[in-house]
């Protein structure tokens, strides 16, 4: 079974999901980084987010907690307002 680690901010910072969509985009991914699957939704109307990371794993999601949740106030896309973890109950793609 799947886990998702979904995460609301607000105050969105622009420079910041910048780096983070370029980082990704190159492959550049904090070290020890499981494979995963990551959504990041932004509402420039309300200036808040979601990060989503699904992983095949608990264990794979008590790393990426750990990872993400180390991410210095300041590099992170805005003000975290909150933490979740989910078990994915159905994924697909049409």
């Known amino acids: 079974?799947?886990?998702?680690?979904v995460v609301t901010f607000e105050n969105i910072n622009p420079d910041n999901v910048a780096r983070i969509r370029q980082s990704m985009?190159?492959?550049?991914?904090?070290?020890?980084?499981p494979?995963?699957?990551?959504?990041f939704l932004h509402d420039k109307g309300t200036d808040t987010a979601l990060a989503i990371?699904?992983?095949?794993?608990?264990?794979?999601?008590r790393q990426v907690d750990e990872i993400l949740g180390g991410v210095?106030?300041?590099?992170a896309a805005?003000?975290?307002?909150?933490?979740?973890?989910?078990?994915v109950a159905v994924r697909a793609s049409t």
Not at 78 to 87: I, N, P
């Open 53 to 61: 990371v699904i992983v095949e794993t608990e264990d794979e999601y």
């Open 72 to 75: 210095p106030a300041n590099q």
């Open 1 to 5: 079974m799947a886990f998702a680690r």
């Open 78 to 87: 805005g003000r975290r307002t909150g933490v979740a973890k989910y078990e």
């Open 35 to 39: 494979p995963s699957q990551v959504l």
């Open 25 to 33: 985009e190159s492959g550049d991914v904090p070290e020890g980084m």
